[in-house]
């Protein structure tokens, strides 16, 4: 339950033309143009499951798997 990888690329897009959503469209796009690791922080039920693999598909790395991990579910000491 801690780490998902995936080797297929299901579908996954952002509904909404607010402010807000162009705001994050944004971020996403910056970040997967980036050569860096993300933390995606945020509350339960927010989507920053949704903006890993929204960063993972634009990114150059789109053909190599996506590994998530759930911080919550690992203990402090493992993290460092």
Do not use: F, Y
């Not at 995606?40 to 790395?61: D, N, P, Y």
């Amino acid at each position: 339950n801690a780490t998902i990888v995936s080797m297929h690329k299901p579908e996954v897009r952002l509904v909404g033309r607010s402010e807000a959503i162009r705001t994050i469209e944004a971020d996403i796009d910056c970040a997967a143009r980036a050569d860096a690791k993300v933390l995606i922080t945020g509350e339960t039920g927010v989507g920053k499951e949704v903006v890993a693999r929204l960063i993972h598909q634009r990114s150059a790395r789109s053909n190599g798997p996506l590994v998530t991990v759930n911080c919550a579910g690992l203990p402090d000491s493992l993290l460092e």
